[in-house]
């Protein structure tokens, strides 16, 4: 069992021998008029990414809040594994979630998120983006499937931070939304 764990922590170590880690905070805001009044939605992530010769892995602490005929509260966590590729000057990425919340309303839910990147340089300091992103539960409680569509800029504000701002198109449960999507890092 120790040689395991021996062979476990080289393997790591190896593989983050040039690793970077990215303090991040996201925010997204999505309105949508469901016939009886306004929905809104807010999702918050504060939390860390770890660059390594393997992909990037996150981790992050999740809130959210929906106000609907009602208020649901959630607090939870998310983990990620995110790994792409060039093709010219279009950066592609892809990235696998998981994440856990504890709903108000219907307790601990679980679920998955797929999503897909594109995003090319303007500027120097400026990049558009444009998104794709895939959520669904992995028990009864959890909502049905959320698709969420992003394009925006990402700017470079100094050598270690960046923004991201940008527009958002959502649709949980036959409910469309628009809204903001956001995001500030700080990289080590």
């Given at each position: 069992?120790?040689?395991?764990?021996?062979?476990?922590?080289?393997?790591?170590?190896?593989?983050t021998a040039s690793a970077g880690v990215t303090a991040f905070a996201t925010l997204d805001y999505d309105n949508a008029n469901a016939?009886?009044?306004?929905?809104?939605?807010?999702?918050?992530?504060?939390?860390?990414?770890?660059?390594?010769?393997?992909?990037?892995?996150?981790?992050?602490?999740?809130?959210?809040?929906?106000?609907?005929?009602?208020?649901?509260?959630?607090?939870?966590?998310?983990?990620?594994?995110?790994?792409?590729?060039?093709?010219?000057?279009?950066?592609?990425?892809?990235?696998?979630?998981?994440?856990?919340?504890?709903?108000?309303?219907?307790?601990?839910?679980?679920?998955?998120?797929?999503?897909?990147e594109a995003g090319l340089p303007l500027t120097s300091n400026v990049s558009a983006f444009v998104g794709y992103r895939h959520r669904?539960?992995?028990?009864?409680?959890?909502?049905?499937?959320?698709?969420?569509?992003?394009?925006?800029?990402?700017?470079?504000?100094?050598?270690?931070?960046?923004?991201?701002?940008?527009?958002?198109?959502?649709?949980?449960?036959?409910?469309?939304?628009?809204?903001?999507?956001?995001?500030?890092?700080?990289?080590?």
């Open positions: 069992m120790k040689k395991l764990a021996l062979a476990a922590t080289l393997a790591i170590a190896a593989t016939g009886q009044g306004l929905n809104s939605a807010y999702e918050g992530v504060v939390g860390a990414a770890l660059d390594t010769k393997l992909g990037t892995f996150d981790a992050g602490v999740v809130g959210r809040r929906v106000k609907a005929a009602g208020a649901d509260e959630s607090l939870g966590f998310e983990v990620g594994y995110t790994n792409g590729l060039k093709l010219g000057a279009v950066g592609i990425k892809g990235r696998a979630a998981y994440g856990r919340v504890n709903q108000v309303a219907t307790g601990n839910t679980a679920y998955y998120s797929l999503a897909a669904n539960g992995l028990n009864a409680e959890t909502a049905a499937a959320a698709n969420r569509y992003t394009a925006g800029v990402d700017v470079t504000l100094a050598k270690n931070i960046g923004v991201r701002v940008g527009y958002a198109h959502s649709r949980v449960q036959g409910v469309t939304s628009n809204g903001l999507t956001s995001a500030v890092s700080y990289k080590f």
